[in-house]
């Protein structure tokens, strides 16, 4: 299966060939804890934890037509991935070979290091390796479903692998009269979905219309 990599809208092949993944990207991150502790509460709330962040390495060869091609191309590369210490929307794109084609997810990423040395193999070529840190663990797809109105107690079938908090909630009374809670994680205080069927309760009447990206590891 194909992947791709971009940050922001560069691919990160345009500097880097014979791109490569090494440990870590696609092997499952740790949990952050056992159970949640919820501030204000005496004790842990037993919920299922999701992931924690994890690091993953590319590696790849930098070329250029001369030495000094080379380095623009390592400076530029050096350039995307710093990003001014900030960080970055790294989406990856995999070849499913069925329908649809391809499916990108995103994910928050900061660079870690492994840019600041480089091997040299020729006068115009050059080994490198770097780490990324995923901020939220795993990536997200890049559009959010169809918005469903829910009221009362609703089933709703979460898509993806891993739980996911990135929801979008429209509510026809008031977020201050209505409230949104998951059975999955009771108490909770900000909705979170498991992958799978979730049992949902809107309390003050009305309706809420839940969107949400899918998480996958």
Known sequence: MAESYKIGTTDVTTYLTHLQ???GNIGVPPLRQADYTVPG??????????WGPRVVTFGGIIAGSTRADMQANLKSLASLVLN?????TMSRTLDTAGTPATVTHTATARYLGGLESSEALSNRIAKVAFDVMLLDGYWY?????????????????VVGDAPTQD???????GAGSQRITNTAYPGLSR????PGNNTLVV???GTVTLKYKAAWL
Not at 84 to 88: Q, V
Request: charge should be negative; avoid cysteine; aromatic fraction near 8%.
């Open 21 to 23: 993944t090494i440990d």
């Open 41 to 50: 509460r005496t004790g842990a709330i037993a919920a299922t934890p999701w």
């Open 84 to 88: 001014g210490g900030d960080t970055f």
């Open 141 to 157: 797809d890049s559009a959010y479903t169809t918005g469903t109105a829910l009221s009362g107690t609703a089933t709703v079938n």
């Open 167 to 173: 929801t979008q909630l429209t509510y026809s009374v």
């Open 191 to 194: 909705l979170t979905l498991k």
């Open 203 to 205: 309390t003050g009447g």
